[in-house]
């Protein structure tokens, strides 16, 4: 599958500056940063939960995990649920299960972004397809989603505390 023509569209249309990188096919967001040569920590990934009712993305570095009670906390909820892969599908019928990319915007969700990412110049992210990312700079996104800002993972091997 190629880049969803409705990520293309809304990118376009919001006249972000932004390039379109193709690289080997990955399932895991690890093996697409190890694709493109980059640090699983230049890559975000995208969760989508449900918090009391309401959708929301989580956007955290490739190499982290989610730390549930921490976003919970940070978002002000008392339930936070991952969605089953049968939810997303219907949510995300132009993206590829794995693949789904941070902009909340573009699909009607609030967007929480670990701030781990925000320290960097630019993000990186799986752009509906196994193949294929975008590639932005940090300010640009940050000014097209409006994301919250907050710590809500943890590096793989850290220990909880």
Request: hydrophobic share 45%; proline share 5%.
């Amino acid at each position: 599958m190629s880049i969803p023509q409705r990520i293309r569209e809304y990118l376009d249309s919001q006249k972000v500056p932004h390039e379109w990188v193709h690289h080997p096919q990955a399932f895991t967001s690890q093996e697409v940063a190890h694709s493109m040569h980059v640090s699983g920590k230049r890559l975000a990934k995208t969760i989508v939960l449900n918090g009391d009712g309401k959708l929301l993305m989580a956007v955290i570095p490739a190499s982290h995990r989610l730390n549930l009670q921490d976003l919970r906390g940070a978002a002000e909820v008392k339930q936070l649920v991952m969605l089953a892969e049968s939810e997303l599908a219907k949510l995300f019928p132009d993206c590829e299960l794995g693949a789904i990319p941070p902009l909340g915007t573009l699909y009607g969700m609030d967007v929480w972004v670990d701030r781990v990412l925000a320290q960097s110049d630019e993000i990186l992210f799986c752009a509906g397809s196994h193949a294929d990312c975008v590639r932005m700079s940090w300010s640009d996104y940050f000014d097209l989603v409006k994301p919250q800002l907050g710590r809500f993972s943890e590096a793989w091997g850290a220990k909880a505390a």
